[in-house]
């Protein structure tokens, strides 16, 4: 048996990152399949199966502050996520991290190169390639960040 160095991130993933890199500024960190036991924890009763998924399960990107408190998730999304498995996957994670209260976006490229940022509450889309509404789906990141951030200021005082 041998064991080999594999690349990190795919480059739909880097791609990705390289676009969340412009959207944060100093006051923010971006990391990359982070297992959700590390910036969450259990507090009381979970069903054995989420339980199970929660030890097993990474993200893509976790955006935390300078301080490393976790802002926001965002996953990746492509064709692959649309079997029953990966979508009962996803349910799980939104599950997960819906109860610890770390907002969630999704990213997918559609047709025609537009990039399609969304939550179950809104939706960003816009063109890689003319830059069509870019600075809306930075905003939105930006917005996330922000209110994680100062609901956590919130709770220390």
């Known amino acids: 048996m041998s064991v080999k160095v594999k690349r ?28 959700l036991c590390q910036f969450c924890e259990l507090n009381g009763y979970l069903d054995s199966d989420l339980k199970r998924f929660f030890f097993s399960s990474n993200v893509d990107a976790l955006i935390t502050t300078n301080s490393y408190n976790p802002c926001l998730v965002v996953e990746f999304q492509s064709s692959y996520h649309d079997s029953p498995e990966a979508k009962e996957r996803d349910r799980k994670k939104a599950t997960l991290l819906s109860l610890a209260g770390v907002p969630f976006l999704y990213s997918r490229i559609q047709d025609f190169g537009l990039l399609s940022l969304y939550s179950p509450h809104e939706e960003v889309v816009f063109n890689l390639f003319t830059g069509e509404k870019r600075d809306n789906a930075k905003n939105l990141i930006r917005k996330y960040c922000e209110l994680s951030t100062f609901a956590q200021i919130q709770l220390t005082h």
């Open 8 to 35: 990190l991130v795919n480059p739909y993933e880097e791609r990705m990152l390289e676009f969340l890199e412009t959207c944060i500024n100093n006051d923010y960190k971006i990391h990359t399949q982070v297992s």
